[in-house]
């Protein structure tokens, strides 16, 4: 009786009870908001009790809440399939050579049962049942290193990930493909880029902002763009794939240490910041945008650099900040600390106290803009003066969230003062560029007439 209305208990429960209507029905539910026609889906037993899961004809899901629900009438009854189709992986001699690694972001994904969730599809034989494009790409292989979000991701999981690509290139693949979350792809992007220097061949990041079970999910064509990038393009270092415009026109290619995460659902949420993109990815077709970038080669050489202090912190710089929060991180035996400072990177005067004693004390301090765009300029008001002279040290047009990876892997390293500043303002993978282009900075603000006339003309 429990799988008729699984997952679900308290008023959801007695109103699916009351009509009879079951998970996995075809149901109409009449609401005070209107009727709805769809499947009722099974909700995990850590859901709410007060809504009833719908997905539509188009293939969306709605929340109905019980108290708006009049009527329910089961039409029919299809009861998922849970599990993608697998197919053996078909290899040819004449592809190229793919590995994937997992680490937990959803590309294809299937539906549990027990909770409604959406779970990841990921041996080859899983993804090309979902997505049998990969096959004219390239030979893939898989290897599943982690099973968590990305929040959860951090110093041992680069690390384990930084060895498992080393050891993945000696052995010969033509290119890395890394499936992770989207939340923080931009900060294992950086650490790849300090870990994995001098790679023959393309590393790929990528992941989607929307799951495979939704109509405008972007997982599939993303992973077609990673692979199509991994396989064929000669662009040879750490690289972010995921959609350029919101349309599915075409990815970008960013470079590790210059992309950021910029809007929370936009399919093209990920933007290189302060340059321009590498390239875009376009069906089969690889477009540079460059030609700065490091080259694929045919030696299997590259070096793996699996460092991170992990007593390391990132503070952004709020009026009214206290002394007290700097003096707690080194008290508990923080070594470094980056500030996303305001304007040409300056705090308040009442933190300097507790500034100059963790500079006493050892602690490295590097100061970055919370604009994101736009170097520090220390030297330009007394405020930034002042700072340095207490022993801050400005990092150039760095991203906080970069400047941050890379001090955790400098001290990861070294603990002499001065190798560590050699280490973070010597520019490896583009952290740090001698200028950003003038369009480099673009936000094009709506509701003003030129951008209007410039969107009915071509989209966003």
């Known amino acids: 009786m429990l799988e008729m209305f699984k997952g679900y208990k308290g008023a959801a429960l007695k109103t699916l009870q009351s009509y009879k209507a079951r998970v996995w029905g075809e149901t109409v539910i009449s609401t005070t908001r209107g009727t709805f026609t769809g499947i009722i889906l099974p909700r995990s037993e850590s859901d709410d009790d007060q809504h009833i899961v719908l997905k ?33 992986f078909p290899m040819s001699p004449d592809k190229p050579n793919v590995r994937l690694f997992g680490t937990g972001g959803t590309i294809a994904s299937r539906l549990d049962y027990r ?48 060895k498992a690509i080393g050891e993945a290139i000696r052995g010969g693949v033509d290119g890395i493909v890394v499936g992770h979350g989207t939340d923080t792809m931009h900060h294992t992007a950086a650490a790849l880029s300090f870990m994995v220097q001098n790679s ?105 650099l699996p ?23 080194v008290d508990n035996g923080y070594r470094g600390i980056v500030i996303a400072g305001t304007g040409l990177g300056h705090v308040n005067k009442a933190v300097y106290p507790a500034i100059e004693r963790a500079c006493r ?28 002279d207490l022993g801050i040290i400005p990092a150039d047009n760095m991203l906080p969230e970069v400047a941050y990876i890379k001090l955790g892997w400098a001290l990861g390293q070294t603990d002499d003062p001065e190798k560590v500043r050699e280490i973070m303002l010597t520019p490896i ?32």
Not at 58 to 86: C, F, L, S, W
Not at 134 to 153: H, P, Q, R, W, Y
Not at 220 to 229: D, E, F, G, R, Y
Not at 310 to 318: A, D, N, R
């Open 56 to 88: 539509l004809v188009t293939g969306y899901n709605v929340g109905i809440t019980v108290d708006t629900i009049t009527g329910m009438k089961e039409i029919g009854y299809r009861k998922a399939n849970y599990k993608i189709p697998e197919k053996e």
């Open 115 to 162: 909770t409604g969730a959406v779970i990841p599809a990921f041996s080859p034989g899983e993804l090309y049942g979902a997505v049998p494009e990969l096959a004219d790409i390239c030979n893939l292989t898989t290897e599943k290193l982690f099973g968590v979000f990305s929040e959860n991701m951090g110093p041992e999981e680069y690390k384990t990930l930084a």
């Open 200 to 304: 023959p061949v393309p590393i790929v990041m990528v992941g989607s902002q929307r799951s495979s079970d939704r109509p405008s999910s972007d997982a599939a064509l993303n992973l077609i763009h990673a692979t199509t990038t991994a396989a064929h393009s000669d662009i040879a270092e750490v690289l972010v794939c995921m959609f350029g415009p919101t349309s599915d026109e075409y990815a970008l290619l960013h470079r590790g240490t210059r992309v950021r995460k910029m809007h929370s659902s936009y399919r093209s949420t990920f933007r290189t910041i302060g340059d321009y993109p590498v390239a875009t990815v376009q069906k089969n077709v690889i477009t540079p945008l460059r030609d700065d970038y490091c080259k694929r080669r045919t030696d299997r050489d590259v070096t793996i």
């Open 307 to 329: 460092y991170f202090e992990e007593k390391v912190s990132l503070l952004y710089y709020y009026p009214n900040m206290r002394p007290d929060i700097i003096d707690s991180l």
């Open 361 to 388: 004390k050892g602690v490295a301090i590097y100061m970055t803009v919370q604009t994101l765009w736009g170097y520090v300029h220390m030297f330009v008001y007394d405020t930034g003066r002042d700072l340095m």
């Open 429 to 460: 993978s583009s952290e740090t560029t001698e200028r950003e282009p003038y369009n480099g900075y673009l936000i094009l603000q709506g509701g003003i007439p030129e951008v209007e006339n410039f969107l009915k003309t071509f989209h966003k």
